[in-house]
Each structure stands twice: as structure tokens, then as C-alpha cells.
């Protein structure tokens, strides 16, 4: 008899993260090396829990929904396993769980904190001297994992994002008087989304007339010089920033920083709302700031098909790899050209991306540090190519229902 899976989902929804599981679900149920899935309920806890749904029986249809649906369907955790030369009972704990499942092959889709937890199972198991493999597969809207060209969940993220500030745009500029709006967008260390805000130029509007990425710094006394002069120039000034926008000396421009989370990241808050105040101190005019927030996150009515394929193939690909006895790995995405556009996945060991990140390249930023270059545009406009098809039901957005995550009294 065939050896079972396990796949689960951490980190921060997007988009796409479902697409990579539906990808895993199909690759595993036509598979000839492997038997059942099972699904673990908020990432690598469900594991240590023994919470899990089976998806052996997926059906087509379901596949389908699921691809379409956004966030996390197996639910999601920020669980951090320690070195298992210092605790090592996580993990004996995790390796019993796949031998009572008779486990060949886990499956974890995140972001950078996610692999950090594939390396380490890999080295665990390594040491151990276990045969599963264990496989990564990439998410995250901060597109910033080394190796793969783009991870899934950022260009949806991106579309939406550059949409949402095009109808800001329409918004703003009906008003015959000077304003300043200022859009805070997702992006701790890496600018990558904020970027894509360059998305929403077109023939008439240059908006947004200036983007601050945190991969340089950020100075106040320029940005208030860089607003004046778009004022004068184009009377409706709208600003893209990254939330993780610092100065020379690394402390945030932000109305508040909270304590740092389990991975040491620590929790912005208020980017657009500092420089709100500091616009309407210096300058003057009409101003407000808008914080899109996790509503860039898992806006699947606005995904990219072209994000949703990607994740897919990332995860049905994963699910070959390890049946060609591959492990410690995660697919990644090699670009062959951006027109017309063509990629292949590969994979590339993890330990080569946990705990790392990835910037956009300062050659890809302009001298002034308040906009992006052709180069950046080139990269990232074939990615959001492309319409999902979205289920309705009186109206609204229909997805899979989730009520095994829903918590009830």
C-alpha cells in the first residue's frame, strides 16, 4: 500500500495560497505513489493536534471552488519551532503523528516564516535518518522569498492595489482644489507591492505621482518637497507608501511600532496617518490617508488567473518532486521572458530561502527614491494578467464555505 500526505497553510492569507493547495489536492489523487491527503487545521498545530479533514475525495467541482477561494481553507497559524538540538519534543511529537498517518510526504504552502519550518523538519529528519519528504511551496503578497522570480498571492494583491487606488483616483480628482492623498500599502521590508501601484497610471493620470519603498530611506523634509512640487504641478497629488518606510537611521515612519511578533517582525501601524499629519503641519492643503490593509490580502474577486494558474502548478509540482524523491525543497517560479511571457518551475533547496528576504533591486527604484523604473514595471505587468471567474449567490461573492474554521459558542 501507498504511503499517505499531509498538506497545511500558514503565515498570512492571499489570493492564490488555496490555488496551491487545490494544485497538491489534484497531483495527490491522481498520483500512483500516494494513497490519501489529509488537510492540517492551522498549519504545522494541527499536526501537533491531530486536527485534520481528509481530501482524498476531493471532487472536481470542489477543486475548482477552492482554486477560486480565497485566504486559507485549512486555516493558518504563526507557530515558530525551535532549533531541535535545544527542544526537541515538537518534533518528535510532529514525526509520530506522520507515522500513525503513515506519512511519505508533507506538503507546507507559506511564506518566509513557513520555510523556516520546512528546514527545520527537513534537518530533523535528515538527522533522523526518516525517508518523508518534506516540500515548501511559496506564498506571500510581500514577494520577497529568494530564488523564485515572484511568489503567488502577490500579483492578485497587486491588481487589487492598483485598482483600488485607479477608483481613489476618480475619487480625488473631481474636486477642483489641492489635496494630498496619501495610500499606505502592505510591505514591512520589502517594497514590491507598493511598487505595483505604478500599475494604475494610464494615459490621462500619473496617479500615483510618488512611491516610497522601504529599501530606501526615507527622508521627511525631501517628501514634503516632493509633495509641493506635485501640487504644483498636478493640483491632485495621491501618494503610494510601503508601510515599512524608515529613516537614514532604520526607525519607521509609523504612528506606532507594537512589540515584535514570534518571528521578531515588528507590528507597524500608521505610515500614512504620520505622514498625514506631517503634510497637513508643513503644507497645509486638504489631505487624507488611507491604510488598505488585509483587505489587499485575500480579495479574490480581484485575482490575477495568471497568480491563481502559478499556484497550481507550484503545488502539483511539489507533489512530483518528492515522488521523484526529491525533499528539503521549495518550487520556485524561473521567468524565461517577460513578452510574450513564459516561465518553468523548478525547485531549489530551503534552506537557501528560510529566514531570508528578498528587496526590490535599488537599480529598480529612481534616483530621487520616490518612484520606480521601467524595469520594475516590465517585471510585474505580465503578472496580473488575466480574469478570474468569481461565484455569485445573491449578489455577493460566493466561496467555499469554511465552517470547520469558524469558531462558535
Request: contains cysteine; charged residues 25%; negative net charge.
Amino acid at each position: 500500500m501507498g504511503k499517505n500526505c499531509i498538506v497545511a497553510q500558514s503565515g498570512g492569507p492571499t489570493a492564490a495560497i488555496n490555488a496551491s493547495l487545490a494544485g497538491v489536492i489534484s497531483a495527490v489523487n491522481k498520483s500512483n505513489n500516494y494513497e490519501k491527503i489529509y488537510g492540517s487545521l492551522h498549519g504545522i498545530q494541527g499536526v501537533l493536534r491531530n486536527e485534520f479533514l481528509e481530501l482524498s475525495n476531493a471532487t472536481e467541482d470542489f477543486i475548482e471552488r477552492l482554486a477560486a477561494t480565497p485566504a486559507m481553507y485549512l486555516g493558518s497559524c504563526r507557530y515558530k519551532l525551535p532549533d531541535y538540538r535545544e527542544d526537541e519534543a515538537a518534533y518528535k511529537d510532529i514525526f509520530e503523528m506522520f507515522d500513525r498517518y503513515n506519512v511519505g510526504a508533507f506538503f507546507y504552502i507559506g511564506g518566509n516564516d513557513s520555510m523556516d519550518t520546512v528546514a527545520k523538519l527537513s534537518e530533523y529528519a535528515d538527522a533522523m535518518g526518516s525517508s518523508i519528504r518534506i516540500a515548501g511551496i511559496p506564498k506571500t503578497i510581500d514577494n520577497d522569498l529568494l530564488v523564485t522570480d515572484h511568489t503567488p498571492g502577490f500579483a492578485s494583491a497587486a491588481k487589487y492595489v492598483a485598482s483600488s487606488i485607479r477608483e481613489v483616483a476618480y475619487d480625488t480628482y473631481i474636486y477642483d482644489l489641492q489635496s494630498v492623498t496619501i495610500v499606505e500599502v502592505m510591505g514591512r521590508d520589502a517594497g514590491w507591492l507598493t511598487g505595483a501601484s505604478v500599475l494604475t497610471r494610464n494615459e490621462f493620470s500619473f496617479a500615483p505621482h510618488l512611491i516610497y519603498l522601504p529599501e530606501v530611506a526615507f527622508d521627511r523634509e525631501q517628501f514634503i518637497e516632493d509633495v509641493r512640487k506635485s501640487i504644483d504641478r498636478y493640483k491632485n497629488v495621491i501618494v503610494a507608501v510601503s508601510e515599512g518606510i524608515h529613516d537614514a537611521e532604520g526607525n519607521y515612519i509609523a504612528a506606532g511600532v507594537a512589540a515584535d511578533d514570534k518571528f521578531g517582525h515588528a507590528q507597524l501601524s500608521g505610515a500614512g496617518k504620520a505622514l498625514e499629519y506631517l503634510v497637513k503641519e508643513k503644507i497645509g492643503v486638504k489631505v487624507r490617508s488611507i491604510e488598505i490593509n488585509v483587505l489587499q490580502r485575500a480579495a479574490g474577486h480581484m485575482a490575477s488567473k495568471t497568480d491563481l494558474e502559478e499556484a497550481l502548478s507550484l503545488g502539483a509540482e511539489a507533489v512530483r518532486f518528492t515522488e521523484l524523491g526529491e525533499t528539503g525543497f521549495m518550487t520556485v517560479i524561473k521567468r524565461m521572458r517577460n513578452e510574450p511571457y513564459e516561465y518553468i518551475i523548478e525547485h531549489s533547496p530551503v534552506k537557501d530561502i528560510a529566514n531570508k528576504a528578498k528587496p526590490v533591486p535599488v537599480e529598480w527604484i529612481n534616483d530621487a527614491h520616490n518612484d520606480v523604473t521601467e524595469e520594475f514595471i516590465s517585471y510585474i505587468k505580465p503578472l496580473v494578467e488575466g480574469e478570474v471567474d468569481v461565484f455569485y449567490k445573491d449578489g455577493i461573492v460566493d466561496y467555499l464555505p469554511i465552517e470547520h474554521l469558524v469558531q462558535t459558542k
